[in-house]
Every structure is written in structure tokens, then in C-alpha cells.
T-cell receptor, first 112, second 111 residues
Framework: DGGITQSPKYLFRKEGQNVTLSCEQN?????MYWYRQDPGQGLRLIYY???????QKGDIAEGYSVSREKKESFPLTVTSAQKNPTAFYLC???????????FGPGTRLTVL | KQEVTQIPAALSVPEGENLVLNCSFT??????LQWFRQDPGKGLTSLLL?????REQTSGRLNASLDKSSGRSTLYIAASQPGDSATYLC??????????FGGGTRLMVKP
């Protein structure tokens, strides 16, 4: 089955902790993206990567970090510097230059 | 900077009604616009992608139109069904060719 997987589905974090959200794709896509979605709102771009070992900040990158060591994987770390991290996080991928993005099922992060 | 707005934010209709969801965008220099569906707690599924050279795109009971000059797109759903209940988001390319999303319209179709 080709697609994008995200894990875990639900994640709870204590204040002051860093957490890492996983995103894996087997679609052979070059580009990958991380979005944040707050209740009743659209998606906001956190980071994106168009090729291995390269990534760019999106609109709301502060308090987040990413890596892209493999084409298939684009993990997102939510650091303790992120002031309001409770949200739904979505990962997506696409072929280079395409606007057709394929989305994972999402991870809901809650800070206790 | 591209801004995308969707009206209404929520909509409740009885089953069988035809309905229209609206999307407006500020930067009309786009070459496509997309509509997505999102079920509660799930990721997004692409419904329709309209190229700027097209005025309409159809898939089953869904029809999307694009009017670049007025900065508007509409998603028409014919003969709505309870299974259509979901949030519908539109997205237009913005800075750096990244997608800019609207806030979505939450649709409830009552049996």
C-alpha cells in the first residue's frame, strides 16, 4: 500500500519537553511538508523540504525543528520553545513542483 | 501575500439539497486552485484541482468553478447526502508557490 503514515495518532506532552512526530512516505515523492491546524482553522505551513538534506521555514517555524536525512522520512520536533503546541499536525508529500499534495492521517498533540 | 477566505464557516442542510461553498483569494495570479475534504480527526483528501485555464472541474456530484478575475471559486454539491458531512477546504498557491489554505466550511447534511 502506497501512502503517508504519521505516528503516533495521539501524543501527550508535559510542558518543557521536546517531542518528535514521525512522518514516513513510500510514494517516492521528493517534497514533504508539515502543517499545523488549530480548531476551526485552516492549515498553516511549519516547514517544507523539496529534497533530501534541505528544508525551508514556513509561516510558523518558531519553536519547531525538522530533519530530512532520508527521502522517505521528515520528522518534526516540537521544542519547549513552542509556546502553544497543542494542535493537530499534518504531514504531506508531493512530486517536485506539483501542487497535488497527499496527506497523512495526522497527529493530535496535547500539552498537559 | 496570498489570503484565502471561506464563507460560510459552517453550514447545515437537509439531505437532498444542492449547496454552494465559497472561497475567495486575494492574489489572482494563480495557475490553479484546489478543494479538499477533511473528515473529523483525519487528514485531507484532494477532491478537485482546477487549472487557471479551466473554468470548471467536475467529479461526480461535485463541481468546482474558478473565476480568477474576481478572486473566487465555488464548490457545488448536488443532491447532498449525510456522507458528504465533513469540512471542505480550498487552497491556492501563495508565496514560494506554497499552498495557502482557507479556514474551511464545516458541512452537516441531516438525514
Amino acid at each position: 500500500d502506497g501512502g503517508i503514515t504519521q505516528s503516533p495518532k495521539y501524543l501527550f506532552r508535559k510542558e518543557g519537553q521536546n517531542v518528535t512526530l514521525s512522518c514516513e512516505q513510500n510514494l517516492n515523492h521528493d517534497a514533504m511538508y508539515w502543517y499545523r491546524q488549530d480548531p476551526g482553522q485552516g492549515l498553516r505551513l511549519i516547514y517544507y523540504s523539496q529534497i533530501v538534506n534541505d528544508f525551508q521555514k514556513g509561516d510558523i517555524a518558531e519553536g519547531y525543528s525538522v530533519s530530512r536525512e532520508k527521502k522517505e522520512s521528515f520528522p518534526l520536533t516540537v521544542t519547549s520553545a513552542q509556546k502553544n503546541p497543542t494542535a493537530f499536525y499534518l504531514c504531506a508529500s508531493s512530486t517536485q513542483g506539483s501542487h497535488t499534495q497527499y496527506f497523512g492521517p495526522g497527529t493530535r498533540l496535547t500539552v498537559l | 501575500k496570498q489570503e484565502v477566505t471561506q464563507i460560510p464557516a459552517a453550514l447545515s442542510v437537509p439531505e437532498g439539497e444542492n449547496l454552494v461553498l465559497n472561497c475567495s483569494f486575494t492574489d489572482s495570479a494563480i495557475y490553479n486552485l484546489q478543494w479538499f475534504r477533511q473528515d473529523p480527526g483525519k487528514g485531507l483528501t484532494s477532491l478537485l484541482l482546477i487549472q487557471s485555464s479551466q473554468r470548471e472541474q467536475t467529479s461526480g456530484r461535485l463541481n468546482a468553478s474558478l473565476d480568477k478575475s474576481s478572486g473566487r471559486s465555488t464548490l457545488y454539491i448536488a443532491a447532498s447526502q449525510p456522507g458528504d458531512s465533513a469540512t471542505y477546504l480550498c487552497a491556492a498557491p501563495g508565496a514560494g508557490n506554497m499552498l495557502t489554505f482557507g479556514g474551511g466550511t464545516r458541512l452537516m447534511v441531516k438525514p
